[in-house]
């Protein structure tokens, strides 16, 4: 019998190939490894749970042994893959070996919890996961003040959302304006308006250097550099991501930022692939839906021996922040020369330029959103 192919991950990226291998090949052997239940839901409903009042159960779409069956893969749930041995291309996990044609890395990333003292530094919470989720998610409905740390994507949407719900909610960026690697700062600026109008306090420019618990019931008492202290249930880090790459690495697989892959996907290890938000493609990790699902398409055909570069075109991020909606696509900080806004009533335009005068990439916001596809369409165009 040929060797499987063998997934390591159960999330987005890794359910997406094992799909897209099944609308071409409904027989070929497929083994998915996962450290969880291999429940399949969508990750980004997490930015909304709680002012939907939602558990971790209310967000899965299907169970782990549903996906399996009808997938027609065999799932190893709750099982940690301790080494990987690409001479001769085996995994192992609790001393049993795992035979694999072709392994695929789609161990996804951990997030970020910067450095900070104190008696509860160690309870920062993440929410990078159900599971996180579901292991924090009494704790957060309790709390009725909430520290959020970092005003990237996912700290901004996760603010908004606990202030819609009715908390009070304090955001701490190090930079000058939310997003700042993502957005103009004027948006930036505009979006922290926004989170004022719903009752958070922002406090942009600061860091959290001390968490200290007062008591089970008093809380925890936040010390920000610039001095500021505050009082909180509960503390939220959605500082940035960090790619899963240790078991790469140990097998002797390039890693830099995130486990590096060429156009194919492939790692520096034969018949070794990568993707999702562990990969590292052209120097980037793109740490969104829609790479994973152009990866995975992509990566199907390879592994079924059709090997297939990896396209990416123009992409767009919607970002959940209702009460002030976003969408950006291509070139938003990088190689942007110069800022084209058109602002109104109805929202902002903005469109960035390279140094050749050549559009790279746009953000739109409130009801200028509306001229989000158009100007994608025009992104691939020029």
Not at 171 to 199: F, H, T
Request: net charge negative; hydrophobic share 40%.
């Amino acid at each position: 019998m040929t060797n499987p192919i063998v997934i390591i991950g159960s999330g987005f990226a890794a359910y997406q190939l094992v799909k897209a291998i099944r609308r071409i090949d409904n027989t070929i052997p497929i083994d998915v490894f996962t450290a969880d239940e291999g429940h399949d839901y969508n990750k980004p409903d997490l930015s909304h749970a709680i002012s939907n009042q939602q558990l971790a159960g209310d967000l899965i779409r299907s169970c782990g042994e549903s996906v399996a069956e009808s997938l027609n893969f065999r799932l190893h749930a709750n099982t940690y893959i301790d080494a990987i041995d690409t001479e001769r291309k085996c995994i192992t996990s609790a001393e049993r070996q795992y035979s694999y044609s072709k392994l695929v890395l789609a161990t996804g990333a951990n997030a970020f919890v910067p450095p900070m003292t104190g008696t509860a530094a160690d309870t920062v919470i993440t929410l990078n996961s159900l599971e996180e989720y579901e292991k924090h998610q009494d704790e957060l409905h309790r709390a009725e003040r909430v520290l959020v740390i970092g005003g990237g994507i996912i700290g901004s949407e996760l603010a908004m959302d606990i202030a819609t719900s009715g908390k009070q909610v304090v955001l701490v960026e190090p930079c000058e304006s939310l997003m700042s690697g993502m957005l103009p700062d004027y948006i930036g600026y505009q979006l922290e308006k926004a989170l004022k109008r719903q009752g958070a306090k922002v406090q942009t420019q600061d860091t959290v250097i001390a968490l200290n618990r007062l008591s089970e019931t008093d809380g925890i008492a936040v010390t920000l550099k610039s001095g500021r202290e505050f009082i909180v249930d509960a503390a939220i880090s959605a500082a940035g991501l960090v790619p899963n790459t240790s078991l790469a690495n140990d097998g002797g697989i390039t890693v830099n930022r995130g486990i590096v892959v060429d156009s194919t996907l492939q790692t520096s290890a034969r018949d070794v692939y990568a993707l999702g938000d562990c990969a590292e493609i052209n120097g980037q990790v793109r740490a969104y839906l829609q790479p994973a699902l152009l990866s995975a398409n992509a990566l199907a055909k390879t592994l079924l021996g059709q090997a297939t570069q990896l396209v990416m075109p123009p992409m767009m991020v919607k970002v959940k922040t209702p009460k002030y909606p976003i969408q950006l696509g291509g070139s938003t900080i990088s190689g942007v020369a110069k800022w084209q806004l058109d602002i109104d009533a109805s929202g902002c335009s903005a469109k960035s330029y390279n140094e050749h005068g050549k559009l790279v990439g746009f953000v739109v916001t409130e009801e200028q959103t509306k001229q989000a596809f158009p100007l994608l369409k025009a992104l691939s165009e020029s």
